[in-house]
């Protein structure tokens, strides 16, 4: 399995079901360990109880860039983190820039090199304006 994988597709085609269905399908599963991130409290009441979801309304985070070091961050709290989802990451990382959102696609998949953590990131956009760079994670 990819290490990162991208749900792209526009507002209104699913995706945060989707989301929330492999997010609580996850969950049941013994040993694993969940972080959700999201802007808002918007999955809060749709999550099962062991996933740690983080709004990040409550975090000084406003780039691509410092979305990473926030992410290598909660790795070196938690060793025996399994899987990291990210509800609208354009949202989350406040920044609609692809080059950027590119950049960061690449250090997350070089960060997660040595580690086995799946993360899913919902993209709201479609796949055919991704970039090359993105859509190989779609």
Request: glycine fraction near 4%; charged fraction near 25%; hydrophobic fraction near 40%.
């Amino acid at each position: 399995l990819p290490m990162i994988r991208v749900i792209a597709g526009e507002k209104g085609t699913g995706k945060t079901a989707q989301l929330v269905d492999d997010i609580n399908a996850q969950a049941i599963t013994e040993n694993n360990n969940i972080v959700c991130i999201e802007r808002g409290n918007r999955l809060d009441r749709l999550l099962k109880y062991q996933v740690r979801l983080v709004d990040m309304n409550e975090y000084p985070c406003s780039s691509f860039d410092q979305l990473l070091s926030f992410i290598s961050g909660i790795y070196a709290k938690d060793f025996d983190l399994t899987h990291i989802y990210v509800d609208s990451i354009f949202k989350v990382a406040q920044s609609e820039e692809m080059s950027d959102f590119a950049a960061f696609l690449d250090q997350l998949d070089t960060f997660l090199k040595d580690k086995s953590i799946q993360v899913t990131i919902i993209c709201s956009s479609s796949v055919e304006s991704l970039d090359e760079s993105i859509r190989r994670f779609t």
